[in-house]
């Protein structure tokens, strides 16, 4: 198994560790903002939490796509 592979498999490992370690802080804050509808500050955080999960799996794609096209291509 060559490097870029393994550097790819742990960057989906640390991602998945993150993303299940704050899931349930997430949930709490959803929930607190559905209540509470004129609070912003916890809207916020969730918008950028979806935001950097949204990169995390943009380049996730990239770095398999890539992987494929250096080793099938």
Same mark, same amino acid.
């Given at each position: 198994?060559?490097?870029? %592979? *393994?550097?790819? &498999? #742990? @960057?989906f !490992?640390? $991602?998945? #560790?993150? @993303?299940f370690?704050?899931i349930? /802080? &997430?949930?709490?804050?959803? !929930?607190? +903002?559905?209540?509470?509808?004129? *609070?912003?500050? $916890?809207?916020? *955080? =969730? &918008?950028?939490?979806? +935001? /950097? #999960?949204?990169?995390? $799996?943009?380049? /996730? %794609?990239?770095? %398999? =796509? *890539?992987?494929? #096209?250096?080793? &099938? $291509?």
């Open positions: 198994m060559d490097l870029f %592979i *393994s550097l790819i &498999v #742990l @960057y !490992a640390i $991602g998945l #560790l993150i @993303y370690s704050t349930k /802080g &997430v949930r709490r804050k959803i !929930a607190f +903002v559905k209540t509470d509808t004129e *609070s912003q500050e $916890g809207s916020k *955080s =969730v &918008v950028w939490w979806i +935001v /950097g #999960l949204t990169i995390w $799996g943009v380049v /996730g %794609i990239l770095l %398999i =796509v *890539s992987w494929f #096209l250096i080793n &099938v $291509g």
